[in-house]
């Protein structure tokens, strides 16, 4: 079975018209590129990446348009380099991967092998491509990243507004909203979406800890009141 999926993704670049190369790792590239220091790095990196195929997992679907049946628009978010992926899928065995039960939608995983085209933004452009499978959110247990072990390591950061924010993980359900706040009300609008719902649920957690807290200190008091007086010996 894998030895088909190696002939097939084979034909599928020589027949696109690229030089077959071997296929590397797109997440790591991702994280590396990110994390490089200064721009010259970063040019280094994208230079030897360009034009060869990547494996990406783990990538979360944050934009689907489904507007042209035989092509799928997708913007999916890499989770280690907390940048996004930008690619459309045309080729009819990867659309047919998409449309497998469960369908492909936002906020579902999906691993892709593609060509790196551009970077711009904070978005790594890959084209042409394949979708090899449905993914998981996260890698399995034993090989977490930080923000999947700390519900509160930083998930997703956004610069594009007066100030920077940063989403942690337990609230990475807000990016759901950004593509209809950034077509509304901007960048500084989403900005301002996310300070107010993250200072929001910081205060209903605030809130929930301390009646915890309150609740298990009265249990306490409670038990030993409750709690029968020693028979005299």
Not at 21 to 36: K, P
Not at 200 to 227: G, L, P, S
Request: hydrophobic fraction near 35%.
């Amino acid at each position: 079975m894998k030895t088909t999926a190696c002939i097939a993704l084979s034909l599928y670049f020589t027949g696109s018209g690229l030089v077959l190369a071997d296929t590397r790792n797109g997440n790591d590239f991702a994280l590396f590129f990110s994390e490089a220091k200064n721009r010259q790095e970063q040019a280094d990196l994208f230079n030897d990446a360009k034009g060869n195929p990547h494996y990406f997992r783990y990538l979360q679907i944050m934009e689907i348009d489904e507007s042209n049946p035989r092509a799928v628009a997708i913007t999916a978010f890499e989770p280690a380099s907390l940048m996004d992926v930008s690619f459309i899928v045309t080729k009819r065995h990867s659309l047919a991967k998409l449309m497998e039960d469960p369908r492909s939608q936002q906020g579902h995983a999906i691993a892709i092998t593609g060509v790196v085209k551009s970077i711009k933004d904070k978005t790594i452009t890959v084209s042409p491509l394949i979708v090899r499978h449905k993914d998981v959110l996260q890698p399995s247990r034993g090989k977490e990243m930080f923000y999947e072990i700390d519900a509160s390591g930083t998930f997703y950061s956004y610069t594009g507004g007066k100030r920077p924010v940063s989403l942690t993980y337990q609230d990475r359900d807000l990016l759901q909203f950004r593509d209809e706040i950034l077509q509304s009300k901007g960048k500084q609008g989403w900005t301002e979406f996310l300070e107010q719902k993250i200072a929001e649920r910081k205060k209903e957690r605030a809130a929930k800890a301390k009646a915890y807290k309150e609740k298990v200190k009265q249990d306490r008091v409670n038990e030993q009141a409750n709690k029968p007086e020693p028979l005299d010996k």
